[in-house]
T-cell receptor
Framework: KAGVTQTPRYLIKTRGQQVTLSCSPI?????VSWYQQTPGQGLQFLFE???????NKGNFPGRFSGRQFSNSRSEMNVSTLELGDSALYLC??????????????FGEGSRLTVL | AQTVTQSQPEMSVQEAETVTLSCTYD???????LFWYKQPPSRQMILVIR??????QNATENRFSVNFQKAAKSFSLKISDSQLGDAAMYFC????????????????FGQGTILTVHP
């Protein structure tokens, strides 16, 4: 069974640009969550999608957005990039997103560097 | 708001020895889950062990066990017979047990503890 796949694995952007990251969950998983990991702030929750609907959102500015497609694949977008957006972005999938059956399985992440 | 604190930025252990990683958390909720995740360098984060707050019995998974003290809001991880492959960043995480609202997909993580295993 394939794991959570994130693309691209590495990317470099400049300030002011935008970026789109992709996440393919484990087959059968309908919930996708996104996290930002930085040395200073650690791991912070961005948002969660289930059946194409955003159900939960962390405390990030509106420049951070996401969406989920009917096949459960998800994308997150960051517009008007700032230096502080440099981070490892992790995607996690689970069957339902609820705790009872909702163990999170993480991808390897997309490492974004903003110059 | 819930917070998770790992007070040990780095720990080291000799191969085959035992090491304990500390974690404390703060919550006003009574129904929640606690986790330890392992993140090896440049590799994906994987679940090591989980504990349901309503269970008094400490969870164990092979060489990994926890000491869950609900009243003290403490959740430490003990790794026995440490192996070189245990070297990684370890994260303690909290998740509200409610099925809706702010719990969907959301883990609250500690800052992590880097574990080094010496041969």
């Amino acid at each position: 069974k394939a794991g959570v796949t994130q693309t691209p694995r590495y990317l470099i952007k400049t300030r002011g640009q935008q970026v789109t990251l992709s996440c393919s969950p484990i087959s059968g998983h309908r919930s996708v969550s996104w996290y930002q990991q930085t040395p200073g702030q650690g791991l912070q929750f961005l948002f969660e999608y289930f059946s194409e609907t955003q159900r939960n959102k962390g405390n990030f500015p509106g420049r951070f957005s996401g969406r989920q497609f009917s096949n459960s694949r998800s994308e997150m977008n960051v517009s008007t990039l700032e230096l502080g957006d440099s981070a490892l972005y992790l995607c996690a999938s689970s069957r339902t997103g609820s705790i009872g059956t909702g163990e999170l399985f993480f991808g390897e992440g997309s490492r974004l560097t903003v110059l | 708001a819930q917070t998770v604190t790992q007070s040990q930025p780095e720990m080291s252990v000799q191969e085959a020895e035992t090491v304990t990683l500390s974690c404390t958390y703060d919550t006003s909720e009574s129904d929640y889950y606690l986790f330890w995740y392992k993140q090896p360098p440049s590799r994906q984060m994987i679940l090591v062990i989980r504990q349901e707050a309503y269970k008094q019995q400490n969870a164990t998974e092979n060489r990994f066990s926890v000491n869950f003290q609900k009243a003290a809001k403490s959740f430490s991880l003990k790794i026995s017979d440490s192996q070189l492959g245990d070297a990684a960043m370890y994260f303690c995480a909290y998740r509200l047990a409610n099925a809706g609202g702010t719990s969907y997909g959301k883990l609250t993580f500690g800052q992590g503890t880097i574990l080094t295993v010496h041969p």
